[in-house]
């Protein structure tokens, strides 16, 4: 962690003993709270914006090269840096999980976040949660999930939520076309090594809202999208965008039954396969979102609700931190977007 960042502080993460706690033998658990060094910042905006000649330049006479001093190119260089901060820091923070999950046997990261933090294991979710100590935490948007894994081993690293940077994903079914989403990614830089398929949506995700900047409503057509059939029958508009999507992304449509929710800071997105063969419920209690594979679990945390409602299949439902909770593909409009009037939500909570 040393050579790659700059390591602010680390320590153990707090637990309780696991013989106390109900849950299977744990590893070692450590977290690290880092920043992604200045230099790194600077190479990686330099060999984007091809500044490599703004910062040294060969000498014609001697081959020595020299430090140049010219004040445009510094600036374009500080400019450069100052504008793609975030991006260059997630790609970077990407870079390093996926060659820390694929290059140091038994070592994996599985939170990677800013202001977040996921908290998993073998054990039954009331046990994972005592034993990571979560009644000392505070938080405003929650996902958790009990799930018992029937096509790979019940370990620590596959346990769900599955995340990379701010985004995390629980999810219940099975996704039948992992090898082929497994493949594109691969393709992208993403390695899945976690043996279980729920880790190409938390990476598929990534690609597409974070470096392709789709909004979360496409990325939801994206996963699920429309039959062919239902796609001939649409406008104009719709039916050129649904068909750009599924001649672009192919191989990032997630086949087979499933429900997913995904949370990244201040969102909160559902999500079920297209012919509906997963539940996903959601309900609302004053500015308070609620999404769950079921309604019981809902009610036991919520009895009184305002409103409670099965989610479409294909339909993303999204709710934001102040902002409005949007349900099906309400922001398209031709060939702009936008999100229409509906009810606030102040937080959101999922299981």
């Known amino acids: ?147 018992f894994p029937t096509n790979t081993q019940a370990w620590w690293g596959g346990a769900h939520p599955f995340s990379l940077l701010d985004w995390t994903v629980v999810h219940n079914g099975e996704i039948s076309s992992y090898g082929t989403n497994r493949a594109f990614l691969e393709m992208h830089g993403y390695y899945c090594c976690m043996h279980t398929d729920t880790e190409v949506i938390a990476y598929a995700v990534d690609l597409l809202a974070r470096r392709h900047h789709l909004p979360m409503d496409i990325v939801a057509k994206v996963l699920a999208p429309p039959l062919w059939v239902s796609i001939d029958r649409m406008p104009e508009p719709e039916r050129r965008l649904h068909t750009a999507l599924r001649l672009t992304y192919p191989a990032l449509l997630m086949n087979g039954p499933f429900t997913i929710i995904i949370a990244r800071q201040g969102e909160m997105i559902g999500l079920r396969d297209r012919i509906q063969l997963r539940p996903l419920v959601a309900g609302i209690k004053d500015d308070m979102l609620y999404l769950s594979s079921e309604e019981a679990p809902i009610r036991v945390v919520c009895p009184d609700l305002d409103e409670t409602w099965t989610v479409k299949g294909g339909e993303p439902i999204i709710g934001r931190l102040g902002g409005r909770v949007i349900t099906g593909f309400e922001g398209f409009r031709g060939d702009s977007y936008e999100e229409l009037p509906s009810t606030a939500v102040r937080g959101a909570s999922g299981r």
Not at 13 to 40: Q, T
């Open 1 to 147: 962690m040393r050579t790659t960042f700059d390591v602010v502080h680390n320590e153990e993460i707090p637990h309780r003993d696991p013989a106390n706690s109900g849950v299977a033998p744990a590893p070692i658990l450590w977290r690290y709270f880092v920043r992604v060094p200045k230099n790194v910042l600077k190479e990686i905006s330099i060999s984007r914006r091809g500044l490599d000649g703004g910062i040294k330049k060969e000498s014609p006479r001697d081959g020595i090269r020299d430090d140049i001093d010219d004040i445009d190119d510094i600036g374009r260089i500080k400019e450069a840096i100052e504008d793609n901060r975030e991006d260059i820091e997630d790609d970077y923070v990407v870079k390093q999980v996926m060659t820390i999950n694929t290059g140091i046997a038994d070592a994996y990261v599985f939170s990677s976040g800013k202001n977040m933090g996921v908290f998993k294991g073998v054990g039954y979710p009331e046990d994972i949660g005592n034993f990571f100590c979560l009644e000392e935490y505070n938080g405003y948007l929650w996902t958790a999930h009990g799930r």
